[in-house]
């Protein structure tokens, strides 16, 4: 399982920064995406991955810190998750402003030659 969290977070963060390093702004804010949800994986990963854990100790069971998995990582990528859509939103608003201003979707303001 953590060799495909791991491989999971490896492609999330690559193909992230190839498309941040893309001309359009379009494709830099998916890049920006995929970055985050890369971040949100780690942070989610450091909690170990269990199954069937709860995550709080229960009244009539002796606590075992072996058998519980980590409620902080999976707080953090919630609040992650909802400050990440609303980064999403704000940069889709500034790129349809930038676009009605400009004329184009180019990061630098320009049409490339290519």
Known sequence: ?????AAAIGVLTGSGLWLLLR???FQVIIGLSLLSYAANLFI?????LR???????????PGNLATLTDPLPQALVLT????SFAMTA??????????GLTGTDHVDGRESDL
């Open 44 to 48: 989610f990963s450091m909690g170990r």
């Open 1 to 5: 399982m953590e060799i495909i969290i």
């Open 90 to 99: 704000l940069f889709l608003v500034v790129l349809l402003a930038s676009r």
């Open 51 to 61: 199954s069937n854990a709860v995550p709080i100790i229960e009244p009539d069971t």
């Open 23 to 25: 001309p359009r702004t």
């Open 80 to 83: 992650a998750i909802v400050i």
